[in-house]
């Protein structure tokens, strides 16, 4: 069985559904702050707690035969790490000890952890690979920095095995529309076009038109929710085959700008995104694209989404389903 931390959120609601569709059984602890008791399938039982309590998550190793945990429970905001950095040190860092701590009290020895892109910080090559330099700039990018330092002391010292697997963007949602990315607030383009072409919102705000790039907005790389939930299976199984801790950068390896990404919003909806041209916001690099090589080479993964307009679609397929 499987602990999935933050089960109840925008990725950890995709895994637990394509867990499920796999053959584990999964078993969501969330507190529920940002995510979505609806965003839990029937049948994976939600336990509705924050991981940085010692005796409920002895509760939860002592009733069920955990074998593994998935990681995904933290607070994502980069902005807000900034103005509010105790916040994301206390839940990202601090209370992902305590999960390991209680993993270790129970003997439960497989991690696999969201980390991601922004440990790196200001890309010094691109394509990204995950012997990039790591030097992140902000408070959110440190608190998960921090966890990879901490699983690898881990991993040397205790008998702990994890995959840390560094996502980009993730981005789309079930292609049958069942679940999808829902923040609040939101903050990523796509979620945010897809209800401007709605109406629900009156613009999109584009930061920065004035960069390096060939249409001088910054480009990103968008890797699909499932193709991700792909990799964790993956990764897990490495682990249960007995591999070695081992790290990986998840991302599609295709740079799209920001104004690209609007323009294939507004073909897969048929509809005009109004936008505003706004200032650079502090610390946004130019161009953030992975090398994924190693993920494909090691854990013989295959990224079935490999072109946004794809993407997109379920996207918008949950958009028009919206239902939490
Ligand atoms: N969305 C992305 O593009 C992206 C990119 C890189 C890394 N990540 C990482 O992936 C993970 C999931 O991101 P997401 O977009 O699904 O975010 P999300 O906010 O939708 O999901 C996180 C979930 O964790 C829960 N949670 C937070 N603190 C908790 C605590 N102390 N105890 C129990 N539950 C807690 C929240 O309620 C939420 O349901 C995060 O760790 C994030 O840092 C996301």
Not at 20 to 32: R, T
Not at 95 to 111: D, I, P, Q, S, Y
Not at 121 to 126: A, L, M, Q, R, S
């Amino acid at each position: 069985m499987i602990l999935v931390t933050g089960g109840a959120g925008y990725i950890g609601s995709h895994f637990v559904l394509y867990c499920k569709e796999h053959g584990e059984q999964p078993i969501v602890l969330d507190n529920l702050v940002y995510g979505h008791k609806e965003a839990v399938p029937a049948g994976v039982p939600l336990i509705v707690g924050d991981m940085g309590d010692p005796k409920l998550l002895d509760e939860i190793f002592t009733r069920y035969p955990i074998d593994a945990v998935v990681h995904f429970a933290a607070y994502a905001y980069v902005g807000e790490s900034v103005t509010d950095p105790a916040k994301y040190y206390l839940n990202n860092t601090v209370a992902t000890l305590a999960v390991l701590e209680a993993m270790r009290r129970h003997g439960v020895n497989k991690f696999i952890f969201s980390s991601t892109c922004a440990t790196y910080g200001n890309p010094v090559t691109v394509p990204m690979d995950e012997l990039h330099p790591q030097a992140p700039i902000n408070p959110y990018g440190q608190s998960k920095y921090f966890v990879e330092q901490i699983l690898k002391a881990y991993s040397l010292a205790y008998s702990l095995k994890f995959v840390a697997l560094r996502y980009f963007n993730a981005a789309g949602g079930d292609p049958e529309g069942r679940i999808g990315e829902s923040h609040d607030p939101e903050t990523h383009l796509i979620p945010i076009a897809l209800q401007v072409a709605q109406g629900k919102r009156p613009q999109i705000s584009v930061f920065g038109t004035d960069y390096d790039t060939p249409d001088g907005t910054c480009i990103r790389d968008y890797i699909h929710i499932l193709d991700l939930a792909q990799a964790h299976q993956l990764a897990l199984k490495r682990l249960r085959e007995g591999a070695d801790s081992d790290i990986f950068n998840l991302g599609s390896e295709q740079g799209y700008s920001v104004n690209e990404v609007l323009r294939i919003c507004e073909k897969v909806s048929g509809r005009k995104i109004a936008r505003v041209n706004e200032p650079r916001r502090a610390g946004d690099p130019p161009r953030l694209v992975a090398s994924a090589a190693k993920a494909r080479a090691v854990l013989g993964w295959a990224p079935t989404f490999q072109n946004l307009d794809a993407i997109i679609e379920t996207a918008w397929k949950w958009e028009e389903k919206r239902h939490y």
